[in-house]
């Protein structure tokens, strides 16, 4: 069974129609890669998943349950937990306070501020810190670790790597694949395609809108992902008329 | 050539978004500009149109040196462009923005600007909405509106910013229509565009970009194979 599902989905930005009726679902323990060009609505697609975008049509279901009218705090107390692109954290808090507004949040369960500091250990040394002070990576751990600590039972990521130097990506992305094994589900934005298909178990590339390719990530071919990125084969289409 | 960039480089405090590009266009060509975010291509536009004063190298127009002048008067030279986020007067009609293009930017007055604004009008295909105010368009029409105030002001070069952005794949196909019915009055073109299927439905030419510099140029299908540009937008390991 689905543990989120999206039905049918649209999201606007006034006129422009930026997730046109994408249906997809996420199994649990499952990460789903979101890939796709600028502009192909990744970010609007997972803020709607999120509650953070009103979409203007279609359904979110989180296993099972219509939660396409609740906003964003009561989904995060259900257990939907975005990381948003920006990281968007509390700058004038310390990593601490982050952490705990979070937690008074979110669901009880075994993600504490203590297991936090425990996957992300740059974060001890900082922990009273004002999060304005903090370098990318550590901004970017701390985004993360404020969605963990509402113990979420699915984590969405908008471009945890976006930014930042390549070491705190690669620090980033080896703290995932730990949350990955430990059965976590997770549905991640990623520009990045090598990275993306390392960690995903499946991948839906966006374009313009629409998922045009969805598969397992061990089937992807780089042929297959080029032509849905780009769009290709819609000219290939167009040639004999 | 009629419009070329040498050696242009442009940077905002540490960053640097174009490190030393050589670009052209011939008079008659549509140069594509594709590449990942942050590659530098609308920071290029902008230098070329003059929206950004190049921090070295220089613009070339028509064969002037034009790297100190401004966009107000490169377009009075007959540089247009259109922006990634349509901005037309909302409380002016149609025909009254692009009224402002063609004596502003075209120069002309009375007779000789109406009749400018409707031939404008009219290969934009917005004759229909002539007298709506431009507020009340759809996404498709703001971008035609965005085309007919750039060519009312009778360009020689028209650079056009991710102009198919947001449109469906039908309103993508008439805009492209468009597009290629301004190709035939030899207006060059210089087209950025993420919708790459749609862009390549028009040009000639293709320049990807990689973090300000030029990766890949040539036949539009050659780059898009060519491994280094695929490698820019989707990572370096894929299966």
């Known amino acids: 069974m689905s543990l989120l599902r999206a039905e049918n989905l649209e999201a606007r930005h006034g006129q422009l129609q930026a997730v046109r009726g994408i249906s997809l679902e996420v199994r649990e323990g499952e990460t789903l890669a979101l890939v796709g060009a600028n502009g192909a609505g990744k970010t609007t697609l997972l803020r709607a998943l999120a509650g953070a975008h009103r979409p203007a049509a279609g359904r979110v279901l989180l296993a099972g349950a219509d939660v396409t009218a609740l906003p964003t705090y009561r989904r995060l107390a259900l257990g939907i937990a975005l990381v948003p692109e920006g990281r968007r954290l509390f700058a004038g808090m310390t990593v601490e306070e982050n952490l705990l507004v979070a937690r008074a949040n979110g669901r009880p369960g075994p993600w504490t501020v203590e297991r936090v500091l425990e996957v992300f250990p740059m974060l001890r040394a900082r922990f009273r810190a004002r999060a304005g002070t903090l370098s990318g990576g550590e901004q970017q751990a701390t985004a993360i670790g404020r969605a963990l600590v509402t113990n979420p039972r699915v984590l969405l990521l908008d471009e945890v790597s976006l930014g930042l130097a390549p070491v705190a990506v690669e620090r980033v992305y080896q703290c995932l694949e730990s949350l990955i094994a430990g059965g976590a589900t997770i549905v991640l934005v990623e520009q990045d395609l090598a990275r993306a298909l390392r960690v995903a178990t499946r991948v839906a590339c966006m374009l313009e809108g629409s998922v045009v390719l969805e598969g397992a990530a061990a089937d992807m071919t780089r042929e297959q992902v080029t032509e849905a990125y780009f769009g290709l084969g819609r000219n290939a289409q167009r040639e004999p008329a | ?239």
């Open chain 2, 1 to 239: 050539m009629i419009l070329a960039a040498k050696g242009v480089s442009k940077s905002f405090g540490a960053l640097v978004v174009l490190d030393q590009i050589h670009f052209a266009v011939g008079a008659d060509e549509a140069v594509g500009i594709v590449g990942p975010n942050g590659a530098g291509k609308t920071t290029l536009l902008n230098v070329l149109a003059g929206a950004y004063r190049a921090s070295a190298g220089s613009v070339l127009f028509k064969g002037a040196d034009v790297t100190a002048t401004g966009a107000a008067e490169r377009c009075r030279l007959g540089l247009a462009r259109s922006h990634q986020v349509p901005r037309p007067f909302g409380g002016m009609t149609v025909f009254e923005n692009v009224l402002v293009a063609a004596t502003a930017g075209g120069g002309l007055r009375g007779t000789s600007a109406y009749e400018r604004c409707l031939d404008s009008i009219e290969l934009c295909g917005m004759l229909r909405v002539a007298n709506r105010r431009a507020e009340s368009l759809g996404l498709l029409d703001r971008k035609r509106l965005e085309l007919a105030r750039a060519l009312a002001t009778d360009p020689v070069v028209l650079l056009l910013d991710e102009i198919g952005g947001g449109l469906t794949d039908a309103e993508a196909g008439e805009l492209v229509a468009t597009i290629l019915q301004l190709r035939q009055r030899k207006i060059a073109i210089v087209w950025i565009e993420h919708i790459v299927h749609v862009l390549l439905q028009v040009v000639t030419r293709l320049v990807c970009m990689d973090a300000g510099h030029v990766l890949a140029e040539g036949d539009p299908a050659t780059v898009m194979a060519d491994t280094a540009v695929i490698d820019a937008y989707l990572g370096r390991t894929v299966a």
